[in-house]
């Protein structure tokens, strides 16, 4: 079983950036597909972004496209978001989450989470 650690949330202005790591202890990571989720108080779990095994293929949802990028690190064994032009609507508990079968855009399609990491992006 995987775990899956995130890190390098925080608060940041808006129009500003930040990147997240998704730490994998356990299993290889490259086994997996991974994926970025984001929930607000009093909301759903949103999709962010997923990742295929390869890294060659990425998809985004509609809020965050052009604005967030994907990425992962197979000899680090860990997943990236990249966010830039970042708005107060984008202020969520971010989690990394893999699955074993493929690219999906809903949460429950997949298998293990990790902790999440808070971004607050001030107006």
């Known amino acids: 079983q995987v775990q899956l650690t995130e890190s390098g949330g925080g608060l940041v202005q808006a129009g500003g950036s930040l990147t997240l790591s998704c730490a994998a202890s356990?299993?290889?990571?490259?086994?997996?597909?991974m994926g970025w989720f984001r929930q607000a108080p009093g909301m759903e779990r949103e999709f962010v972004a997923t990742?295929?095994?390869?890294?060659?293929?990425?998809l985004y949802g509609d809020s965050v496209l052009g604005r967030f990028t994907i990425s992962r690190d197979s000899a680090k064994n860990t997943v990236y978001l990249q966010m830039n032009s970042l708005k107060p609507e984008d202020t969520a508990v971010y989690y990394c989450?893999?699955?074993?079968?493929?690219?999906?855009?809903?949460?429950?399609?997949?298998?293990?989470w990790g902790q999440g990491t808070q971004v607050t992006v001030s107006s």
């Open positions: 356990g299993r290889t990571l490259s086994n997996y597909v």
């Open positions: 990742i295929s095994r390869s890294g060659r293929n990425t």
């Open positions: 989450a893999g699955n074993f079968d493929g690219m999906a855009t809903m949460p429950r399609l997949y298998d293990y």
